[in-house]
């Protein structure tokens, strides 16, 4: 049976930090993680992906920003949040699933998604 719970959002002022998390159970030989984030009225957009090997891939808007990680022992995917701007505002899912090829940031991909957490950055 495979359940993700995202936990972690809040508020924060621009220039700090948050820490998401994603209890992921059932996921531990899916192949794709991803965090994705989303707007009313908007698409999903892929924000940070690792892979079961430890490749971690990023959009160029959070690239040395964000650091996505994944404990497969728990089994937990985190999104460290660093620098956080106002443009980070938004719903934070997580999501996986079991082969994407290079497809990370492709919501069309993913089977299995949270309920998500909300961000909000003033």
């Known amino acids: 049976h495979v359940q993700l719970v995202e936990s972690g959002g809040g508020s924060v002022e621009a220039g700090g930090s948050l820490t998401l998390s994603c209890a992921a159970s059932?996921?531990?030989?899916?192949?794709?993680m991803t965090w994705f984030r989303q707007r009313p009225g908007e698409g999903r957009e892929g924000v940070a992906g690792?892979?079961?090997?430890?490749?971690?891939s990023y959009a160029d808007s959070v690239k040395d920003r964000f650091t996505i990680s994944r404990d497969n022992d728990k089994p937990t995917l985190y999104l460290q949040m660093e620098n956080l701007k106002s443009e980070d505002s938004d719903m934070y899912y997580c999501a996986a699933t079991y082969a994407c090829g290079s497809s990370w940031s492709n919501s069309r991909v993913f089977t299995y998604w949270g309920l998500g957490t909300q961000v909000t950055v003033s």
């Open positions: 059932g996921t531990q030989t899916m192949h794709c």
């Open positions: 690792v892979e079961s090997d430890g490749t971690t």
